[in-house]
T-cell receptor
Framework: GAGVSQSPSNKVTEKGKDVELRCDPI?????LYWYRQSLGQGLEFLIY????????KSGLPSDRFSAERTGGSVSTLTIQRTQQEDSAVYLC????????????FGQGTRLTVV | GENVEQHPSTLSVQEGDSAVIKCTYS??????FPWYKQELGKGPQLIID?????GEKKDQRIAVTLNKTAKHFSLHITETQPEDSAVYFC??????????????FGKGTHLIIQP
């Protein structure tokens, strides 16, 4: 595709429900990143994938968060038993490869837990 | 891991004047420093980056300078225009020496261009 695509763009969910956020990276990009941006804050690194593998999951805030990537392309970030503090914009980025190369961001998914 | 501090949090300048945003980092082995611009409702967009083997890089009205000794880097925007109004983030690699990947970001600077 032309850029990184995330869906949905907005999601309102009730506390305790599970949500799944989707990221479609730029075609051919092997590296994929998830970040979280809380209101008025900077970006918090969550996890990255090199191909389908996620070497470091220590950035995930709790065991309610998980992510997977299949076929080296689409990734999903799943939040189980959502809490109000999970409300934020979840941003996905991709780059041609890992390392110090340009990361292209999607427009984000705004998650609101009520 | 790396720690990045950014200031000011808000910067208001007159249209046509220059704007400077500064960041410091903690890991002397960090070697890549991008700057992102984020407009309302959009994802961050890379506007310029610099690697540790150079001290300055320019692209039209924007420039970035890097002082490795002091471990700080700055974004300079000259002849500011209304479309420069946005939130700007500096970043550095989360970890040096390979292995894990990703960026750590400053908390952002809200740049306001006054007409």
């Amino acid at each position: 595709g032309a850029g990184v695509s995330q869906s949905p763009s907005n999601k309102v969910t009730e506390k305790g429900k599970d949500v799944e956020l989707r990221c479609d990276p730029i075609s051919g990009h092997t590296a994929l990143y998830w970040y979280r941006q809380s209101l008025g804050q900077g970006l918090e690194f969550l996890i990255y994938f090199q191909g389908n593998s996620a070497p470091d999951k220590s950035g995930l805030p709790s065991d309610r968060f998980s992510a997977e990537r299949t076929g080296g392309s689409v990734s999903t970030l799943t939040i189980q038993r959502t809490q109000q503090e999970d409300s934020a914009v979840y941003l996905c980025a991709s780059s041609l490869e890992t390392g110090s190369t340009e990361a292209f961001f999607g427009q984000g998914t705004r998650l609101t837990v009520v | 891991g790396e720690n990045v501090e950014q200031h000011p949090s808000t910067l208001s300048v007159q249209e046509g004047d220059s704007a400077v945003i500064k960041c410091t980092y903690s890991d002397s082995a960090s070697n890549y420093f991008p700057w992102y611009k984020q407009e309302l409702g959009k994802g961050p967009q890379l506007i310029i980056d610099i690697r540790s083997n150079v001290g300055e890089k320019k692209d039209q009205r924007i420039a970035v300078t890097l002082n490795k000794t002091a471990k700080h880097f700055s974004l300079h925007i000259t002849e500011t225009q209304p479309e420069d109004s946005a939130v700007y983030f500096c970043a550095a690699p989360l970890y040096s020496g390979g292995g894990a990947d990703g960026l750590t970001f400053g908390k952002g600077t809200h740049l306001i261009i006054q007409p």
